[in-house]
């Protein structure tokens, strides 16, 4: 398995920056996919997820209504669309294909990671 994300760079703060992951070696339609990101001395946090079909949804609250997560099952990619960007937001984003999906107050992402993309780094100056 694979997940190749891409896109990351330099950007500032106020402006956007769209990521790809692209997946090979799984039935990409058979897994929700998550965004997940690390900064500089933190934890792995989770960031954003998409069910099976992308008709569903979830956000850490610090990114609801500045990213926005989608997929492509035609095309074995998820995306994830960031606007608004804050230097907070600087982190290595990775993919995952996750095991479970759910509303963040349930669902335990910590441990939802399946398959893991090798990360692109987002920096975001003031």
């Known amino acids: 398995v694979q997940l190749q994300a891409s896109g990351g760079g330099l950007v500032q703060a106020w402006g956007s920056l769209s990521l790809s992951c692209a997946a090979s070696?799984?039935?990409?339609?058979?897994?929700?996919m998550g965004w997940f990101r690390q900064a500089p001395g933190k934890e792995r946090e989770f960031v954003a997820a998409?069910?099976?079909?992308?008709?569903?949804?979830y956000y850490v609250n610090s990114v609801k209504g500045r990213f926005t997560i989608s997929r492509d099952n035609a095309k074995n990619t998820v995306y994830l669309q960031m606007t608004s960007l804050k230097p907070e937001d600087t982190a290595v984003y990775y993919c995952?294909?996750?095991?479970?999906?759910?509303?963040?107050?349930?669902?335990?992402?910590?441990?939802?990671?399946?398959?893991w993309g090798q990360g692109t780094q987002v920096t975001v100056s003031s």
């Open positions: 070696g799984l039935t990409f339609r058979d897994y929700p």
């Open positions: 995952a294909a996750l095991r479970v999906i759910g509303p963040i107050t349930t669902t335990d992402y910590n441990s939802s990671g399946r398959y």
């Open positions: 998409i069910t099976w079909s992308g008709g569903m949804t």
